[in-house]
DNA sequence: CGGTATCCAAAAGGATACTG
DNA sequence: CAGTATCCTTTTGGATACCG
């Protein structure tokens, strides 16, 4: 499969790459991973993942729920509650991204070496010239 | 301007969470999955991924290669060749992407179907108001 | 509580010119 | 060819105020 076969004809990106670049987006990543151990209410979610705006968060749940990946349950009670899953769909992406979370994770001594060798090997040259 | 200041990610974050971001931006995902293939000369890559500005690959294939994914083989010969290849640890990263990136592709009719449903539920409430 | 609307700052990204 | 450097535009994201 070749990247090229993803792009737009023109104007428009391809739906592929937008989908993908949603579930992967840096919000999106976290909701769905978050979303894996249950379902959330909306500040229970802000909560949960951390720094992340109000409006950021709105945003990505709501791109996340038109692409039919998680299913908003607003239950009309005073207060307001709002309850947030993932549908099949949604736990089947959400899957993957763990996935590749746990690759990060289990991995990230091996990165953060390679990291300093290729900084120190940059400051060497540095000094070199 | 260093290297590091162009890539910011000046340790405010959690090193997983960047890793992470490194490997799911918008140019990281395409670059893995294309050396997936086989490597790749810096023009030839540009090409095979399409609408990818020279600055935006050199800066992406930085930071993969900075985090241990990437390899960059610079000949010295005029004129300059560079070949770019997975690391085994890039190749593993790039498996995964793949994985996510072929979901999104077997999927994406009931992406499509879902965000017909959800702007048809939007249009009818937005008519009844 | 769970949003929306608005404004503004910061970062990403593109075009162009230039270099070894 | 494979980049840097610079300038500029576009997009992203946060802060704040307000609403049902």
Redesign the interface.
């Known amino acids: ?4 076969e993803w ?1 737009g004809d023109g104007e428009a990106m391809c ?2 790459r937008l ?3 949603h ?4 919000w999106g ?2 909701v769905l991973i978050q979303l894996l151990d249950r379902p959330y209410r909306f500040s229970e979610l802000r909560r949960a993942i951390g720094r992340v705006s109000e409006k950021m968060l709105t945003q990505t749940l709501q791109t996340l ?5 998680v299913h908003r349950d607003a239950k009309p009670v005073i207060p307001p509650r709002v309850d947030y899953s993932l549908t099949e ?1 949604g736990r ?2 959400a899957e ?2 763990r ?3 746990s ?3 289990q ?2 001594d ?6 300093r ?3 120190e090997a ?1 400051d060497a040259r540095s000094r070199a010239s």
């Open positions: 499969m070749s990247v090229s792009q739906p592929h989908i993908l670049e579930v992967t987006s840096r990543v976290l729920e038109r692409d039919g990946l769909l089947e992406a993957q991204v996935a590749l979370a690759w990060t994770e991995r990230m091996d990165v953060l070496g390679a990291r060798a290729y900084d940059r």
